[in-house]
């Protein structure tokens, strides 16, 4: 059995504990109503994307990808096509795990600057990716899980937080693609979303990858996605 590379094997889980480092803001999102309910865009809680790890403290089979820690979207070295929705690129300090410490994020180049500035600890990019998912074919659709209906399917949309290989598999093939692709949206194309075993050495842990389809996303979806 391979062993867990310490400073990797939980990197998809680091959003948690990075959840509370914000960087305070004055801008106010708009407010918008729909049937009778005034909100912004900060009050929709889109739910995590988790991938188990052989230390995960919650339950799913290890290497599958995990909505909100309860619910398994795809197995292991599985693959579906998705819509990727939204991608910001952060930067954040390069913490250990064993240290109850959160990492202070970097949010804008102005940020980095700063952050470096004050930091002791190595600074490492990172990245948020929201996507967009579709039951796997032939499952029986959970309507608490894929909620939102759209073009003739049931969707489920999360949040994935990536760093170090999971970034490069996943944020870097976007970013490659809408930089030698100016003219075609990311969010037009269905991407292809998988987990597979890295491993280096004695150490393995499971990653996420991102790979860039034939399949265009229809109109209606991509209408859906522009609004993001």
Do not use: C
């Not at 305070?24 to 708009?30: D, I, N, Y």
């Not at 004050?118 to 959970?142: H, K």
């Not at 994935?160 to 290989?165: A, E, H, R, S």
């Amino acid at each position: 059995m391979k062993a867990q590379m310490p400073e990797e094997n939980e990197e998809l889980e680091l959003a948690a504990k990075s959840a509370g480092s914000t960087t305070t803001t004055t801008e106010v999102a708009p407010v918008r109503q729909v049937h009778g309910l005034q909100f912004d865009m900060s009050d929709i809680d889109i739910p995590r994307l988790n991938i188990t790890q052989k230390t995960s403290s919650f339950e799913a089979p290890t290497g599958s990808l995990v909505l909100d820690k309860t619910h398994v979207i795809l197995q292991p070295n599985a693959g579906i096509n998705v819509g990727v929705v939204k991608a910001d690129k952060m930067w954040r300090e390069d913490t250990p795990f064993d240290e109850d410490v959160v990492p202070q994020i970097a949010r804008t180049p102005e940020e980095l600057a700063a952050l470096s500035a004050r930091t002791s600890y190595p600074i490492i990019e990172f990245a948020e990716i929201i996507l967009m998912i579709p039951p796997v074919p032939g499952e029986e659709v959970d309507h608490s899980v894929y909620q939102f209906p759209i073009a003739g399917n049931q969707w489920a949309i999360g949040k994935l937080n990536v760093q170090k290989d999971a970034y490069r598999q996943t944020f870097k093939r976007l970013a490659t693609f809408q930089g030698l692709n100016p003219t075609v949206p990311f969010f037009a194309k269905q991407w292809n979303l998988s987990v597979g075993l890295m491993t280096k050495g004695k150490y393995s842990w499971w990653v996420p990858s991102l790979k860039v389809t034939d399949e265009p996303v229809s109109e209606e979806i991509q209408s859906f996605l522009s609004q993001f």
